[in-house]
Structure formats: structure tokens, C-alpha cells
């Protein structure tokens, strides 16, 4: 099976976001994140994180860009448990038995938008609008004779 795990091509989203993601986690949409939450309230780091953040499955930290992976079935399963604790412990779950069949269907959900060739990189712009949040996932492509690691969207300078 298919699904996204986190990637970074440069150290951005440890600037951009209040806590990424590490990389090669396991990771979901996460919009669940940002139910609660007036889009006009929010910091600049948590508005970077619901515009375009990927959820990491292990961290529960962000990510800008998640590749197409395979995942095993104990791996998969090790996700749904860990969003379902998740669940219970950070977004008012009442147990693991209510909160179960939600971390599945949003693994699901992952899956599902992972309908490419391994290592195609996504990447996710969300909105909020009068019907709830809006996501809409695209491919990233990389310059034909570049790798993953060969690729720097920007460098980080120091202020000091």
C-alpha cells in the first residue's frame, strides 16, 4: 500500500512551523488539527502549518511536502494506533474504541491521495471556507535530472 511519509529538501520547515515533522515519518493531512480553531486567530507559524502542512504520524509535528511511499500493513497499523491515542489524548476523544474507527478512516484518507509512482512529491494548500476547510493536493516537480537531495528551494541565512 501507498502513503505519505514526510520529506524535507532544506531546513524551512523548522523555521516555518511551531514543531515539524521529522523526516520519513508516517504522515496524514491532519486537518482534524484546526476543527477548533478561528483561521483569524491563529500565530503565523500555526496559519503556515493549516495553509500547507503535512501531519507527522510520530512527532505530530509539520511537514511542507510528503513523497509517495510503501507502507506495510504493521506499519500502517502502528499509524492508526497512534493517531487514535492521539485523538483521545489531544483532541477530546472520550477512548481508544470511539477514537479507532476516526485515526482509520483519516489513514484512509492518506492513502487515498496517493495515487501516484513512489517518491512523486505532494504537496497540500487548505483554506477555510463557508463549507468547512478545503484541501487540494499537487504534485511538486523537480527539475528532470535532479534528485531529491540535489533540490534546495531556498537557503536559510542567519540574522545575526
Not at 27 to 39: K, Q, R, T
Not at 145 to 151: S, T
Amino acid at each position: 500500500m501507498k502513503f505519505p511519509r514526510t520529506i524535507q529538501l532544506d531546513g524551512s520547515d523548522s523555521q516555518v512551523y511551531e514543531r515539524s515533522a521529522l523526516p520519513g515519518e508516517w504522515a496524514v493531512p491532519g486537518s482534524f488539527a484546526f476543527l477548533e480553531m478561528d483561521p483569524g486567530e491563529m500565530t503565523s507559524k500555526q496559519r503556515q502549518a493549516f495553509g500547507h502542512g503535512f501531519l507527522g504520524t510520530e512527532s505530530f509535528g509539520w511537514s511542507t511536502l510528503v513523497e509517495v511511499a510503501e507502507i506495510d500493513a504493521a506499519e500502517y497499523d502502528a499509524v492508526v494506533q497512534r493517531l487514535a491515542h492521539h485523538f483521545v489524548d489531544h483532541c477530546g476523544a472520550p477512548n481508544l474504541d470511539a477514537a479507532s474507527p476516526l485515526a482509520n478512516e483519516e489513514a484512509t484518507f492518506a492513502a487515498s491521495i496517493c495515487d501516484h509512482q513512489l517518491h512523486t512529491l505532494l504537496a497540500l494548500e487548505r483554506e477555510s471556507n463557508e463549507d468547512g476547510i478545503a484541501e487540494r493536493f499537487k504534485v511538486v516537480q523537480l527539475p528532470s535530472a535532479a534528485g531529491h537531495e540535489d533540490v534546495k528551494l531556498w537557503t536559510l541565512v542567519d540574522d545575526e
